[in-house]
């Protein structure tokens, strides 16, 4: 459980370092790397929060589905494996790096565009990628 701690303390750390890359080398000019993608700072609209009762709710909110999350490792019936609890600790952190994003900022910060889907950022894909590997079915 350490290491998984470890882990998503490591990838919310790689997730606030890149947006802050971004912010600084991407704001004013994209960068276009290798036509596949583009670097460039978008303020994420959906993600704005106007209310400041709201934005405080948002720590309550990630706190409650991380210990609904580990009574359910606790259980023995959801996450057992070394591969979900991973997934966890990405889909927990990649959560917490945008919550983080929320409180600073009051929005979300959105950097990388592949042209063909929605801006995101690296804690979505954090959470996107944990999700899968914390549902993926045993065999």
């Known amino acids: ?50 209310g400041n009762q709201t934005r405080r709710l948002l720590p309550l909110f990630w706190l409650i589905a991380l210990a609904c999350a580990i009574a359910l490792h ?26 983080l994003d929320l409180l600073r900022r009051k929005y979300v910060l959105d950097f990388i565009d592949l042209g063909w889907w929605p801006v995101f950022n690296m804690a979505d894909v954090g959470i996107v990628a944990g999700l899968v590997l914390a549902f993926w079915p045993r065999g």
């Open 1 to 50: 459980m350490i290491k998984v701690i470890v882990f998503g303390g490591l990838f919310l750390l790689f997730d606030q370092w890149s947006k802050r890359l971004a912010e600084i080398h991407a704001t004013r000019h994209p960068i276009a790397c290798w036509r596949l993608l583009t670097i460039h700072c978008v303020v994420n609209p959906c993600a704005k929060l106007s």
């Open 74 to 99: 606790n259980s023995g019936s959801w996450f057992g494996t070394q591969t979900a609890l991973v997934g966890l600790g990405l889909a927990f952190s990649g959560a917490a790096g945008n919550v």
